[in-house]
């Protein structure tokens, strides 16, 4: 048999104890005095309820297509003016308002006032509705995280008016615990989740339960994971996903797999599938949103945001389809319901009496009428679609939507090729004017604007895509190297493995690569564009970058002075 222990053994074990927890605490606090939270998503840091956060006061100048602005964040990390104190009344009159959203509500590379808050307000005003709208969005939540953040704003904010921006390229994966990697962005590996239980009962979970427990209270672990998270070759073993979300796009379409996960949101899921666990899931968050909106003696308008691939035919939009075709599958057209999202949301809405927008018509229509993109190069709103978001949500608070609004009609379009409107409309196309990021694929670095000698354009790596209608008439690129280019230099444009242009530049300065498509009328194409792969033989450096050369305008070189 055991003995009882002694004494002198039981204080050495306490003394043991006390002394791991007290270099324990000792380690914790000075992680704690020494580092901030770790910034899991991109610069966002860790946030013990919400997942993660937008940093607080941050201000930078941001550069882009849309222009030049200053990007500023407020002491709680959101766009625009401070949240209202506890205490502090709007004026007489004065509709407050408090808009939950994700990227597109918080709108980088959107000036402040032309994002959806922004432009409501100004709306509101030009319609003699005095507001004061307030902006609450954060890069990368989810609906679960917009309900958490009303808990944590809502009863000192008091708004009289609630807009959560719903955006259907990803919202149903951010708010779906099995949904966690099925597409690339790794969020859902910190933030938490509202799931139920066998009865039906919700409660709040996370992918990774244990560490997440540890992350939420303990800054030394979050600090050790964070570092193991960022070494190489370890992020695939502390985060992983379904094994087809991993392959590259043409293995995916090979195997009879969508070229991207996140896609399936626009067809009706199987029965039982995770996407349609998705569904269900977020149709539960909006119905939570909405009761608590309703407990602040607040209305909520819902404004439902498309996927880019809904609304217009890009540069992307070409890639992905060619991928598709290319590799024994078919057109986007034939597997996609580009109004699928839209059209079940019309009905959950009207099923729960929940106010709504449907924005995708109301873009289509801007993109055709102006032949303007409403897109960014990153695939959100630019400043004109959060204009037309804003006119909508303005209107609709002010009640000047009715029933026969397309904003509130099932939508049966299909997305507008905004690639021939943009060369057929404009012929010639000054990219410092126009950047047209329709008509770039992502590998274009960034449109940057003119500095001393060098012109505005888009900045070229070696390689990248440049879209284009599919037709033999004759136009060039121009393009621009600065003194320091490593001359001579020699450019290549090729219509799949055919060379269409090339042109050698020996002289710094603007230059033209002329390009001519041959097309074969026994083999019609079965898209109005093609993509046309740009190729520079060296680069010089441009910032960060590396860089082939600055590419400032497109078309016919003899319409250039009838685009002024």
């Not at 709208?133 to 008016?161: F, I, S, T």
């Not at 966690?180 to 009962?201: C, I, K, M, S």
Request: net charge negative; with cysteine; proline share 8%.
């Amino acid at each position: 048999m055991l003995g009882k222990p002694s004494k002198k053994s039981v204080k050495r074990v306490l003394a043991i104890l006390i002394g791991l927890a007290v270099s324990g605490l000792a380690v914790e606090g000075g992680a704690r005095l020494a580092f901030a939270p770790p910034e899991y998503i991109n610069g966002m840091p860790l946030d013990p309820e919400l997942g993660f956060r937008c940093p607080a006061n941050r201000e930078q100048r941001w550069v882009d297509e849309e222009g030049v602005h200053t990007f500023k964040l407020n002491s709680l990390g959101f766009r625009g003016k401070e949240l209202p104190a506890p205490d502090e009344e709007a004026p007489a009159g004065t509709l407050r308002c408090l808009f939950l959203g994700d990227s597109f509500m918080m709108g980088h590379g959107v000036p402040e006032e032309e994002l959806m808050p922004g432009s409501t307000e100004s709306a509101l005003a030009g319609l003699g509705v005095p507001a004061e709208c307030y902006n609450a969005g954060v890069r990368g939540y989810g609906q679960y995280q917009e309900l958490l953040l009303l808990r944590r704003h809502g009863a000192d904010v008091r708004p009289d008016v609630v807009v959560l921006q719903m955006f259907t390229g990803n919202d149903f994966v951010d708010n779906t615990l099995e949904l966690t990697g099925h597409t690339r962005f790794q969020g859902n590996y910190v933030r938490p989740f509202l799931v139920p239980d066998e009865a039906g009962r919700y409660s709040e979970r996370y992918v990774h339960p244990v560490r997440s427990l540890l992350r939420r209270h303990l800054r030394s672990f979050a600090l050790l994971e964070y570092g193991l998270l960022t070494r190489d070759g370890t992020r695939a073993i502390l985060v992983k996903g379904p094994e087809a979300t991993q392959l590259p796009a043409v293995e995916r379409v090979r195997r009879g797999l969508l070229p991207q996960e996140r896609l399936a949101v626009l067809r009706a899921p199987a029965p039982g599938s995770p996407w349609e666990t998705g569904w269900e899931r977020t149709e539960e968050l909006v119905r939570r949103i909405r009761d608590e909106v309703e407990d602040l003696g607040a209305r909520l308008i819902v404004i439902v945001l498309p996927h880019s691939y809904q609304v217009q035919i890009d540069s992307r939009f070409l890639m992905t389809e060619l991928l598709l075709l290319s590799n024994g599958g078919e057109s986007l057209h034939s597997l996609l319901d580009w109004n699928y999202p839209e059209t079940r949301l019309r009905d959950f809405f009207r099923r729960e009496g929940i106010e709504y927008l449907l924005a995708l018509d109301p873009l289509r229509e801007e993109l055709a009428r102006t032949t303007r993109s409403v897109y960014q190069h990153n695939a959100h709103l630019n400043g004109r679609g959060q204009r037309v978001a804003g006119r909508l949500v303005a209107r609709a608070i002010a009640g000047q939507v009715d029933d026969a609004d397309p904003a509130k009609r099932a939508p049966e379009g299909r997305p507008v090729d905004a690639i021939p409107q943009r060369a057929s409309e404009r012929g010639w196309i000054d990219l410092a004017r126009e950047p047209s990021p329709e008509l770039f694929d992502r590998a274009w670095l960034q449109w940057t604007p003119s500095r001393g000698d060098q012109p505005a354009g888009w900045v070229m790596p070696e390689k990248a895509m440049i879209a284009w209608p599919a037709r033999e008439e004759p136009f060039v690129l121009r393009g621009w190297l600065p003194e320091h280019a490593p001359f001579p230099c020699s450019f290549r444009v090729r219509a799949a493995a055919t060379t269409v242009g090339a042109a050698m530049v020996t002289d710094p300065g603007f230059f033209d690569i002329p390009v001519q498509l041959k097309l074969d009328p026994a083999e019609p194409l079965p898209i109005a564009s093609v993509p046309l792969v740009v190729e520079g033989k060296k680069s010089f450096p441009f910032g960060s970058s590396d860089c082939a050369m600055i590419l400032c305008g497109v078309g016919d070189p003899s319409a250039e002075d009838r685009s002024r």
